[in-house]
């Protein structure tokens, strides 16, 4: 009984239990539960491939056209805009220069807009094929589109990202190989944005700037510095020799007079042979933009009190501080010899433009006097008190040989009368070098040595030079120059020519070792 009960009153636990409804599953008919392994095909039409490229049209191995190849420059993807650098470049190369003279100002303006992408490969890139267009083409082609490489130039010069900036001095380099005579011609855009690679101005128009620091650089400040006044002077040498072509062909063009209101005679005179003779009685607009392309000289005048004091100031950072008891060398480390380089090169370079301006015009000759009334003195101390420096042994080897020799002309030759006009003494500077040339073993460094020094003896300008006793005493032993086992002929011709004019100083030795001479000559035949 008892077991009959536990079993119905589990029954009746189970059957209060709620219960899930099955799910009722419904079976597939015959012929429904087969896979169907048909599809549907829609076609898919791309515009740019049904248009038809011209046969003479110029394409890349991909089939695009210049203008395709603009519009990717243009990507947001970074591979998309490297890879279209590449197939231009494949134009470039694969088709002649004529082919693209129509699209110069297109190219021009879609590689030139890339010196401002972010990626520094691209900017790179950009650089090789902007060198490689401009390399073919003519200062002609190139004059009206300059404006824009030139804006461009500009902008990647003063970009807040200073990758960008530190790149646009290849960009310049690129200009300063193909087109220097654009940059000399826009000059007075480009040389501010050097100042602010450098410097910071306290106020907007200011005449006081301040030298910068840039920090998380892989550059260090000398470095850095040494880089902006290597393409600076490289910038002034372009100034400089586009200054002197024009100079140099304004002679050779027809006499060009330009009439006022109140002029009522034109004088058409010459002393020399038949000259053309222009006259336009109507105002020439072109005349009046051709001098705002050069630089002015308020803004030249402007530009040099900013920038002759920054030099000095970043050559005092690096300078050695030495106090000089005697002449002696002062060493200096590579970095600072390129930096003082630079720095000599610019400051040469202005003295040189200076002088290619007319020197009758009363402004210049104001500027002139400013120039050495304000620069004089800070430059004997700065560089010259602390003159001759030394980085390597071998100083006279052949890459250093042509500054040297320009230096030394431009030092004795040049601005030896301004130097004892104002009471500075190249005596000791005289003797080094009469010095190096007797004992140095390399032939060329002392032929380029006995060359300047006979320039300085038989230049009638130089009379406060041909005082100096160490010029007599040079000149009484270049006999014993003849005596030596071998001789350069340059040697020989300079004493062939001082012994004409300094005879009487040479004749007692020639006198006494004529004999000794003459034996030697033997001796060569």
């Not at 030139?150 to 970009?159: D, E, G, K, P």
């Not at 087109?179 to 690679?197: E, Q, R, T, V």
Request: net charge positive; hydrophobic share 40%.
């Amino acid at each position: 009984m008892s077991k009959n009960h536990k079993r119905s009153k589990r029954l009746k636990s189970e059957k209060a239990k709620v219960k899930l409804k099955a799910k009722t599953i419904h079976q597939l008919t015959k012929g429904l539960n087969a896979t169907d392994t048909s599809f549907k095909v829609k076609k898919i039409l791309i515009r740019e491939q049904l248009k038809q490229r011209d046969e003479t049209e110029v394409l890349s191995t991909r089939k695009l056209n210049i203008d395709d190849l603009l519009t990717r420059f243009r990507h947001h993807n970074s591979t998309v805009r490297q890879d279209a650098l590449k197939q231009l470049k494949d134009i470039l190369l694969q088709n002649p220069p004529k082919s693209l003279h129509s699209r110069l100002n297109s190219l021009l303006h879609g590689i030139a807009a890339l010196s401002l992408d972010k990626e520094k490969e691209i900017r790179t890139n950009s650089f090789h094929a902007l060198n490689f267009i401009l390399g073919l083409i003519s200062n002609e082609q190139l004059t009206p589109l300059r404006k824009i490489i030139i804006s461009y130039l500009s902008c990647a010069m003063t970009h807040i990202d200073p990758r960008v900036k530190e790149d646009s001095l290849l960009f310049l380099d690129v200009l300063v190989q193909n087109c220097n005579s654009a940059l000399a011609k826009d000059s007075h855009k480009i040389l501010p944005n050097f100042l602010g690679m450098i410097c910071k101005l306290h106020n907007e128009g200011s005449s006081v700037a301040q030298l910068t620091t840039t920090l998380h650089s892989k550059n260090t400040n000398v470095k850095w510095r040494i880089k902006v006044l290597e393409r600076l002077a490289n910038l002034f040498t372009s100034i400089v020799s586009y200054r002197k072509l024009c100079i140099g062909t304004r002679s050779s063009m027809p006499l060009f007079v330009k009439t006022k209101k109140y002029t009522r005679f034109i004088p058409v005179y010459s002393d020399s042979a038949i000259q053309f003779c222009e006259i336009n009685l109507d105002e020439d607009i072109s005349i009046d933009n051709r001098e705002k392309e050069t630089l002015s000289i308020e803004e030249f005048v402007k530009y040099v009190n900013l920038l002759m004091p920054l030099m000095s100031d970043i050559w005092l950072e690096v300078c050695p501080d030495e106090k000089i008891e005697s002449y002696t060398e002062i060493t200096i480390l590579s970095e600072t010899a390129a930096l003082l380089k630079n720095v000599i090169v610019i400051m040469q370079s202005i003295v040189e433009y200076i002088d290619t301006l007319d020197q009758d015009d009363y402004s210049v000759k104001c500027m002139k006097h400013w120039f050495k009334d304000t620069f004089h003195e800070k430059y004997m101390k700065n560089f010259l008190s602390r003159f001759p420096y030394g980085i390597i042994e071998n100083w006279y080897n052949s890459s250093t040989l042509p500054q040297l020799t320009k230096l030394l002309k431009t030092l004795f030759l040049k601005a030896g009368p301004v130097w004892y006009s104002n009471c500075i003494n190249l005596n000791h500077t005289l003797r080094l070098i009469i010095e190096a040339s007797s004992r140095l073993p390399n032939k060329e460094l002392q032929s380029h040595l006995y060359l300047i020094i006979g320039d300085i003896m038989l230049n009638s300008n130089l009379n406060e030079l041909h005082r100096e006793k160490i010029f007599e005493s040079f000149v009484t032993i270049l006999p014993s120059l003849l005596l030596k086992p071998s001789i350069d002929d340059v040697v020989i011709r300079m004493i062939g020519q001082i012994v004409i004019r300094f005879k009487e100083w040479i004749r007692e030795e020639l006198i006494a070792k004529h004999e000794s001479i003459i034996g030697k000559l033997y001796e060569f035949d």
